[in-house]
């Protein structure tokens, strides 16, 4: 079994300001990936970054950047320069290989406001 | 990337009727997924959607609930059965392409 813990479930920010957003997951898995999603009020399911198990270095995409501590099995999501429309629910989520290909296991979610 | 499109986008239903929800991909693909957001809450996998077999259900859900139909490899449906006002959340399909989870925009359910 898989699971996703987010313990944050809401955070708050000021805009150009930098948060992080906490995660811990559980898998017997070796071979997984993990994602950050943002679901503005729209429902619409947003990938914001993915990061593959078997590589060490920390994926980043622009203001998105992740810290991955395998043996921890953390996986935090830091904005940097946030702004208005980073405001939204972010969620943690799981996928891994074997029976469970394709299958995402997604943690609590994460409010973040961010305020001017 | 894929693109997902979800019919309706939105419905208000009755209980004891039935919903039925459709999802179309511009990709071929092999499995298709169904997830369930209910209010204030994270998404948890309903089933998983083979073209040319059955469906495969994660616990707590039933085939008798939720029929799922995948007539071809761009396609599928979900049906939310004799509902009641519990059922009320968002259905979201999901497909897997070049390594990423692509979702539709969802559908949201209200059921009184």
């Given amino acids: 079994a898989q699971t996703v813990t987010q313990s944050q479930p809401e955070m708050s920010v000021q805009e150009a300001e930098t948060v992080t957003l906490s995660c811990t997951y559980d898998t017997s898995e070796s071979d997984y990936y993990l994602f950050w999603y943002k679901q503005p009020p729209s429902r619409q399911m947003i990938l914001v970054i993915r990061q593959e198990a078997y590589k060490q270095q920390n994926a980043t995409e622009n203001r998105f950047s992740v810290n991955f501590q395998k043996a921890a099995k953390s996986f935090s999501l830091k904005i940097s320069d946030s702004q208005l429309g980073d405001a939204a629910m972010y969620f943690c989520a799981l996928r891994a290989g074997g029976t469970s290909y394709g299958k995402l296991t997604f943690g609590q979610g994460t409010i973040l406001t961010v305020h001017p | ?112």
């Fill in chain 2, 1 to 112: 990337s894929a693109v997902i499109s979800q019919k309706p986008s939105r419905d208000i239903c009755q209980r004891g009727t039935s919903l039925t929800i459709q999802c179309q991909v511009d990709s071929q693909v092999t499995m298709m997924f169904w997830y369930r957001q209910q209010p204030g809450q994270s998404l948890t996998l309903i089933a998983t959607a083979n073209q040319g077999s059955e469906a495969t259900y994660e616990s707590g859900f039933v085939i008798d609930k939720f029929p799922i139909s995948r007539p071809n490899l761009t396609f599928s449906t979900l049906t939310v059965s004799n509902m009641s006002p519990e059922d009320s959340s968002i259905y979201l399909c999901s497909v897997g392409l070049y390594n990423e989870q692509f979702f539709g925009p969802g559908t949201r359910l209200t059921v009184l």
